[in-house]
């Protein structure tokens, strides 16, 4: 009885897999597909070689005779392209298998991701982190980040809060962000529970 090589298992799904874009479609003849960034900028997509696909929430069934998603990509290239990023992957040889992919959630392993630099965050580590003012009063936790163009904005849910009627919006800005406490697991701004 033999065995397979351990290398020539699929690799298993990251424990530390975070979300960070969707295909958008086929681009061009030669298998190369766009990519819509979750983020403004694309670093975590080149920062790995492995791109780990699921479904698209809106998941409709598979037309009759369609390839089955592959649950790995592994990217040769990926580069940007306007206001995305173009790609190509070896399980992708033509317009065709490209054009299947479209609406793919695509995921890579947080670890994978380039180290951020002083004062710079990115915004899955901030989710989830509680959000206090000067008055050590606790304005809620971090539920998502809003991109204006000019500066991201926290988007702050109080506890018992029930959706965006409920949320406080903070300016993820020097001048109403005291300190951001990774270890803690927490931020400290300047903001009045009234406002």
Not at 10 to 15: I, M
Not at 16 to 36: L, N, P, S, Y
Not at 70 to 84: C, R, S
């Amino acid at each position: 009885m033999t065995s397979t090589p351990s290398s020539a298992a699929e690799p298993a799904w990251p424990d530390d897999a975070v979300e960070v874009g969707r295909i958008a479609g086929a681009w061009g003849v030669k298998g190369w597909f766009k990519v819509q960034p979750f983020a403004a900028d694309p670093q975590a997509l080149f920062s790995s070689k492995r791109w780990f696909l699921r479904e698209p929430d809106d998941a409709r069934p598979a037309r009759p005779g369609a390839a089955a998603l592959p649950a790995l990509l592994k990217i040769v290239e990926a580069k940007e392209h306007g206001d995305g990023v173009v790609a190509r992957a070896q399980e992708v040889a033509d317009r065709d298998a490209a054009e299947a992919l479209r609406g793919a959630r695509i995921f890579v392993g947080r670890s994978s991701f380039p180290t951020a630099g002083a004062d710079e965050y990115y915004w899955v580590d901030l989710i989830g982190l509680a959000v206090l003012n000067r008055e050590e009063q606790l304005l809620g936790s971090v539920v998502g980040l809003l991109d204006t163009g000019a500066h991201s904005v926290l988007r702050v849910l109080p506890e018992g809060g029930k959706g965006e009627a409920d949320e406080r919006l903070i300016p993820f800005v020097a001048r109403y962000i005291d300190e951001v406490d990774m270890p803690a697991r927490r931020i400290r701004v300047d903001w009045g529970l009234d406002y």
